[in-house]
């Protein structure tokens, strides 16, 4: 009988046998290099050069004069700052809690309950950023439904898209996107067995204490997989912002994808624009190591 690997004493295939063998594989190699690597590599280059959008021909290399700019910029380090706020608030805080509450309730509610409640959420993920934010500039702007309400409750009204504006774009996001995280955590309470939390039930744990010291240790490391991911996610939100503020009023809900297009495409400072994207890129990286060093501290503390 033959075997995929050659011994002490036997020759290894030939190299044109071992190109043939790879053959199969050479039109994905490719398709992943003209469409992935070459234009991140374009990107990655225009991010060190002068190019605009102006009709010019060519483009000047300027070495780190676009990351110089940024970096010196008061408006780059604001929309550095609400991408962070953004990010907390709308994904790490709100998706991540409502959607673990939103797991741990259906899993104790009834059959109905649970299919009434995952319609609704999931209804909203589907629905595409546009349409989320036309939606909410609706619902919160100057003469919105949530303005009548409080008007018919005698509050007085005010234009949330322009008093508070990145908190408005915060609650229109975690309403979209809690979906995901309740449906990765709900997957994962499922394979928590019903035995050891009984078990700590009969040992005298409370609700909080099972919760906390039974259920979620279990389930951590869905919990890093759902923040890494709704992290990524939430950090390159631009259809809901651009929707409902454009970045307003005054630049209070520019995050970087906003502020890289603005750049990019309303200025014409396309070099400029996608040194922006290679920060965003890099944030983005900064916190996905940030959960997996957590993570694999997690799993040896255990």
């Given at each position: 009988m033959s075997t995929a690997t050659a011994g002490p004493g036997q020759r290894r295939a030939p190299a044109p046998a071992a190109l043939l063998r790879g053959m199969p594989l050479a039109?994905?190699?490719v398709l992943l290099v003209?469409?992935?690597?070459?234009p991140v590599a374009y990107c990655i280059w225009s991010a060190f050069t002068d190019m605009a959008l102006t009709g010019a021909s060519g483009a000047d290399f300027v070495g780190l004069d676009n990351f110089r700019q940024a970096f010196g910029s008061a408006d780059f380090h604001l929309a550095v700052l609400l991408t962070v706020v953004f990010t907390l608030v709308s994904a790490i805080i709100g998706q991540n809690v409502l959607g673990m509450t939103l797991a741990l309730l259906m899993r104790a509610g009834h059959r109905v309950v649970r299919t009434v409640v995952s319609a609704i959420v999931i209804g909203a993920w589907v629905l595409p950023e546009v349409v989320a934010g036309y939606l909410w500039y609706?619902?919160?702007g100057q003469e919105g439904s949530f303005n009548a309400i409080l008007g018919w409750l005698h509050v007085p009204e005010q234009n949330w898209l322009f008093s508070t504006p990145i908190l408005a774009v915060s609650i229109a996001n975690i309403w979209r996107g809690t979906a995901f995280s309740m449906l990765v955590y709900a997957a994962a309470l499922s394979e928590v067995?019903?035995?050891i939390e009984e078990a700590a039930t009969v040992d005298g744990a409370g609700t909080w204490r099972r919760l906390f010291l039974v259920t979620l240790p279990m389930v951590r490391r869905s919990i890093a997989t759902n923040l890494m991911l709704i992290t990524l996610q939430?950090?390159?939100i631009f259809g809901l912002i651009w929707t409902m503020t454009r970045g307003g009023p005054n630049n209070q809900s520019t995050t970087l994808p906003i502020f890289a297009y603005q750049q990019a495409f309303q200025f014409s400072q396309l070099g400029y624009g996608t040194?922006?994207?290679l920060?965003?890129?890099?944030?983005?990286g900064i916190f996905s190591l940030v959960y997996?060093?957590?993570l694999r501290l997690g799993e040896a503390i255990s």
């Open positions: 039109p994905a190699v003209v469409f992935l690597a070459g609706a619902f919160l067995p019903r035995e939430t950090l390159s040194a922006l994207a920060v965003l890129l890099l944030i983005g997996l060093r957590a």
